[in-house]
Each structure stands twice: as C-alpha cells, then as structure tokens.
C-alpha cells in the first residue's frame, strides 16, 4: 500500500482479555517501530525492528508486551491480560533506513484501544 | 539512554507571530533531529529535519536551528496562520541505536 496501515483502528476489550494489534508498513521499508500515546500525550517508545537484527525492546513496559516482525514486513503487537492503564493509541511508524536516507518516520493512523 | 525536553508545553500565539518551541537532548552522540506535527486526531507528520553536521534549516516559514554544544536544538514557525495549530513533537535519534527518542510535544494554538 502507499502508506503505514494499521488494524484494527478501535478496540474496546474488557480487562484481563489479550488484544493483538497489527502493522502492515511501507513495501521496502527496513525498520518498523511501536510507539504509544496516552490521550493528551506524548509517544512513548515500545519496541523497534530493523531488518533481521535483534529488535530493541526496551520500552516495552511489561511481560504482557511483546511484538513479532514476521517475514522483515509485517509487525503484530501482542497485549496479555490487558489492564486499564493499556488505554491508548498505538502508532506503529516504519522507516528506510541506511545509506543516505535520513530514516524519515512514516507513522500509521494508529489502533485506538480501551480497555473497560 | 537518551532524555528529550520540550518546552513550553503549551503556547498560544496570535496570527501572523512567530513562535519558537526548544528542546534539549542528553546523548551527545544523537545525530538527527526531525520535527513532527501532529493535527487532532491524526497522525504524526514531518515537517522539517537537521542533521548534526548543519547548524540551521529552513524551508519557507519554518526553521530548525541546532546548538550540538549545549545540546538544544528549537523550531521557528514565522507568519503563523490558524492551520498551524497542533501538537508538535521534537525527536533525536541516536548514531548507534537508531531509535527515535520524542520530546513530550507542544501544544501550538494560533489564534484569529
């Protein structure tokens, strides 16, 4: 596609339920990111891949995260046992990074999710 | 790891001022430093990016200046219209890590 598609774009849950969100990023694009913003918010980092290395996790903010790159395209992010604090948009950006490029963020128009 | 401020938070300017929005970065060996604009309800955009190795940019009303000694780096919107209002985000991105680190953002309301 011409752009960073992400699904589903609303989720409502209840709590305790696990939730799978969805990043299909730009063809030919090498680094695919997870962020999250919390209403009135700025982006907190979640998790970064880039091509076949070791994806940087480090923002991941507990056990219950956790994201797969299948095939260097495709990004699922995956919440267990969801609680209430897990409300929030989650912006899944993807990048070409390497050589001259500047590595320019194209973000998605992001997965709304609320946990009840 | 890497630590971006952003003030003010919020800045309210009338039309046709300027406003300026700073932040500073704590990783000296960050090399990037792009500027998102984020519209309600949508997503975060580029407006405009500097390298480490450029002490300024422009690119018609708006200009990024870096101060890669004190660790700053400020975006300048000049001639402000309404269409500005957003939420702009600074970022730094480190040599090594590749990862972007955002500023906490600035709420911008240019104001008729």
């Known amino acids: 596609g011409a752009g960073v598609s992400q699904s589903p774009s609303n989720k409502v849950t209840e709590k305790g339920k696990d939730v799978e969100l969805r990043c299909d990023p730009i063809?030919?694009?090498?680094?695919l990111y997870w962020y999250r913003q919390s209403l009135g918010q700025g982006l907190e980092f979640l998790i970064y891949f880039q091509g076949n290395s070791a994806p940087d996790k480090s923002g991941l903010p507990s056990d219950r995260f956790s994201a797969e790159r299948t095939g260097g395209s495709v990004s699922t992010l995956t919440i267990q046992r969801t609680q209430q604090e897990d409300s929030a948009v989650y912006l899944c950006a993807s990048s070409l990074q390497g050589g001259t490029n500047t590595g320019e963020l194209f973000f998605g128009e992001g997965s709304r999710l609320t946990v009840l | 790891g890497e630590n971006v401020e952003q003030h003010p938070s919020t800045l309210s300017v009338q039309e046709g001022d300027s406003a300026v929005i700073k932040c500073t970065y704590s990783d000296s060996a960050s090399n990037y430093f792009p500027w998102y604009k984020q519209e309600l309800g949508k997503r975060p955009q580029l407006i405009i990016d500097i390298r480490s190795n450029v002490g300024e940019k422009k690119d018609q009303r708006i200009a990024v200046t870096l101060n890669k000694t004190a660790k700053h780096f400020s975006l300048h919107i000049t001639e402000t219209q309404p269409e500005d209002s957003a939420v702009y985000f600074c970022?730094?991105?480190?040599?090594?890590?590749?990862?972007?680190?955002f500023g906490p953002g600035t709420r911008l309301s240019v104001l008729p």
């Open positions: 063809s030919g694009h090498t680094a």
């Open positions: 970022a730094a991105r480190t040599s090594y890590g590749q990862n972007f680190v």
